[in-house]
């Protein structure tokens, strides 16, 4: 899809020729300087109740006269909050329900005014963001499905040229993350048998081919490179499986030198039948959903290679199915993780953890400035925070603070759950050094317990995205979350490593002694 932005000029929007113009108004009274025959039809339909100043309600106008394109949309966006602005889940909700209705109708150029507030580079994003959103369309194995919406162009009027270079700029981010959503998504739906870990390697690779010029290396690992390693938590899952697991490694140097990259580790279970451990057959097909958060990673990646932030980031991919057969993993069976740490294996349907610890130890060899894992690891946080938000978990209240905020921006969020060393009572183990699985009670805390051993030395969080990653029921799909917040939070690093370049060593120690100061008070 194509984005750009327009200056009308003296002309109006009236002049411009598109299939739909698409005029996103902020109340609560109409803005002045808007079309006369626009501003007749608009306060008609507010006065009528038909169209009410909430974000998303809208109004279909077919051949206004002066206009050239043949449809007006016109859709709310609300009142502006205290701060003058519009708030960020407001222009998201227009933006959806605006690209939703458009999508259906045959308009393949698309101009956008907004009217009654400054076009915000928050809002251009969020439009591109949603345009592409909006245009997905999953067809790998369902070739018949419906063809992809006809949206060829998204052209946003500016006011004069310096506005319009800062909104194409914000188009070209919104279109960025939104490729690394599509592509989330796209593999998220891919079923089991079409997205093997070797499938998602050869994902891996295809971006390194596409991202060698921007500074991006893709290594896959095989099984007997992870069992030279020592991985014996990660290969323990892959035992049970005639699929043989794969260790995927991103590297993204788009930063200065030497400079200590973010981490990104994504569970990539391709399917989790839960072992010897066997889940019950109602929505088992659902856990092809298991490598989300591996798609979160590629799909950030993908969104790197498109914004070329000035930073260093690594991802990390453990990929394996969790199967049941002859030499599967048992209940009672005690593997040894890379770190030297031993577990027993209580349940082999709590495999995330199993193949996450070793990819957090590994993590540690980069010295990273952070490291965020990302898992669709309990169903227990889908009880906790059901589709709304992801779980986060972090023990290091800066880093808390700013995926928190990542989120809120991206409008992809999450909610901090606790860690108290209380919650590990349960993974205690008369056979190894921790057991995998503790109690039903608190089931998300003590998986993000369990991950935090491995984690000790790194500035770490915890991402458990089993209640946003996809969507069951009629509408069953990934949604490509977390991208938006992943990609907002790195975009922020960027920003903040400019102002104050800090190494992770010093990071590290620091944290740690908040941290003690913390459970000493
Ligand atoms: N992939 C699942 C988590 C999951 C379940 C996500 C349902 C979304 C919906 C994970 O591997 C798992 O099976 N976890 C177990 C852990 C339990 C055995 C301690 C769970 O949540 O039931
Ligand atoms: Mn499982
Ligand atoms: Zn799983």
């Known amino acids: 899809m194509d984005f750009r932005t327009l200056v009308p000029g003296a002309a109006g929007p009236g002049r411009v020729a598109a299939d739909a113009l698409l005029l996103l108004v902020a109340g609560p009274s109409l803005p002045e300087g808007l079309d006369p025959a626009l501003q007749a039809a608009v306060a008609g339909a507010l006065k009528l109740g038909d169209l009410e100043c909430k974000p998303g309600r809208q109004l279909m106008l077919r051949g206004v006269a002066g206009f050239k394109a043949p449809r007006v949309l016109v859709v709310m966006l609300g009142e502006p909050g205290a701060d003058g602005r519009i708030a960020a889940k407001a222009q998201r909700q227009a933006a959806q329900a605006a690209l939703q209705t458009l999508k259906a109708l045959d308009v393949a150029e698309l101009a956008v005014q907004v009217a009654g507030t400054v076009p ?18 999953y067809r790998l194995t369902k070739p018949s499905a419906a063809a992809p919406a006809k949206l060829a162009r998204l052209s946003l009027l500016a006011a004069d040229k310096t506005e319009a270079a800062a909104l194409q700029a914000a188009l070209d981010e919104g279109a960025g993350i939104g490729e690394g959503i599509a592509l989330a998504r796209e593999l998220g739906n891919r079923p089991g048998n079409h997205c093997t870990p070797s499938d998602l390697a050869d994902e891996a690779r295809a971006l390194g081919r596409q991202g060698a010029k921007a500074g991006l290396k893709v290594d896959v690992l095989e099984r007997k490179q992870i069992e030279a390693l020592g991985m014996g938590s990660f290969l323990a899952v892959a035992r049970g499986s005639e699929e043989p697991p794969r260790f995927i490694v991103l590297d993204y140097k788009g930063g200065a ?10 569970k990539g279970i391709t399917f ?15 856990m092809k959903f298991d490598m989300c958060g591996a798609a979160s990673v590629l799909g950030t990646f993908r969104a790197l290679l498109a914004l070329k932030p000035r930073l260093n980031v690594v991802g990390l991919i453990p990929a394996c199915e969790n199967l049941p057969d002859g030499r599967a993993l048992k209940p009672g069976d005690v593997v040894t993780s890379l770190s030297g740490t031993t577990i027993e294996v209580l349940n082999t349907d709590a495999e995330g953890r199993l193949i996450l610890c070793d990819a957090l130890t590994y993590a540690a060899r980069y010295k990273p400035r952070a490291v965020v894992d990302i898992a669709t690891l309990t169903g227990a946080c889908v009880i906790a925070l059901g589709a709304v938000r992801s779980g986060l978990f972090s023990a290091d209240d800066g880093l808390a603070a700013e995926l928190l905020a990542a989120g809120e921006a991206a409008q992809d969020l999450a909610w901090r759950m606790p860690l108290d060393d209380d919650y590990d009572e349960g993974l205690k183990s008369n056979f190894a050094d921790v057991a995998n699985v503790a109690g039903r009670a608190a089931g998300s805390v003590t998986a993000a317990k369990f991950l935090q051993r491995f984690a000790r030395d790194l500035r770490w969080a915890h991402l458990d995205i089993a209640g946003t990653a996809w969507k069951g029921g009629a509408a069953k799909g990934s949604t490509g979350r977390p991208v938006g917040l992943l990609v907002q939070w790195l975009l922020g690093q960027q920003a903040e490593q400019a102002a104050a370049p800090r190494p992770a060593a010093r990071t590290a120690r620091a944290t740690g002694k908040a941290s003690a100061a913390k459970r000493g008070a």
Do not use: F, H, N, W
């Open 120 to 137: 915000t580079p928050a809002l251009a994003r969020t439009l591109a963001l949603c345009a592409l959103e909006a245009t997905y369309q």
């Open 272 to 286: 989790d039948s839960g072992g010897i451990s066997i889940k019950p057959a109602g929505e088992m097909d659902e």
């Open 257 to 266: 030198r030497g400079e200590a990259p973010l981490v990104l580790v994504g």
